[in-house]
C-alpha cells in the first residue's frame, strides 16, 4: 500500500501562483498514472489533471488548461502540480491519486488518495 502525503497549499490572492507536491512512500510510483482532483464545497470531486508513468503525456481539466502544469519525479517519489495565474474559483481542497494503467479522469477507479491540501484564492 503507498501512502500519498500532499502540500503545498495556502492562501494566495487571484492571479498568483502555489506549487503542490505529493509525496508518495511505501511503494514506487514509476507504474502508476498520477492524478491530481480537486473538491470545492458543495461540489462533487472533479479531475485537474494527470500524468502517465513517463511523465511524457499529461491531462488536463479545460478550465485549467495553460495555467496548470502537472510533473513528476520518479527519482524522488514525488508528484507537482504547478498552480499559475489562479482564479477564485480554482479554491478547493486538492488530492492526489494513483492509478494502475492508463488515463481516466473517473475518480472511483484511482486506488491510493492523499489527505488532501488546502487551497484558497481570494478574489
Known amino acids: 500500500q503507498v501512502q500519498l502525503v500532499e502540500s503545498g497549499g495556502g492562501l494566495v490572492q487571484a492571479g498568483g501562483s502555489l506549487r503542490l507536491s505529493c509525496a508518495a512512500s511505501?511503494?514506487?510510483?514509476?507504474?502508476?498514472?498520477m492524478g491530481w482532483f480537486r473538491q470545492a464545497p458543495g461540489n462533487k470531486r472533479e479531475f485537474v489533471a494527470g500524468?502517465?508513468?513517463?511523465?511524457?503525456?499529461?491531462y488536463y481539466v479545460s478550465s485549467v488548461k495553460g495555467r496548470f502544469t502537472i510533473s513528476r519525479d520518479n527519482v524522488k517519489n514525488t508528484v507537482y502540480l504547478q498552480m499559475n495565474s489562479l482564479k477564485p474559483e480554482d479554491t478547493a481542497v486538492y488530492y492526489c491519486?494513483?492509478?494502475?494503467?492508463?488515463?481516466?479522469?473517473?475518480?472511483?477507479?484511482?486506488?491510493?488518495w492523499g489527505r488532501g491540501t488546502q487551497v484558497t484564492v481570494s478574489s
Open positions: 491519486a494513483t492509478r494502475m494503467g492508463s488515463y481516466s479522469d473517473y475518480e472511483g477507479s484511482y486506488d491510493n
Open positions: 511505501g511503494r514506487t510510483l514509476s507504474n502508476t498514472f
Open positions: 500524468i502517465t508513468q513517463t511523465g511524457v503525456t499529461r
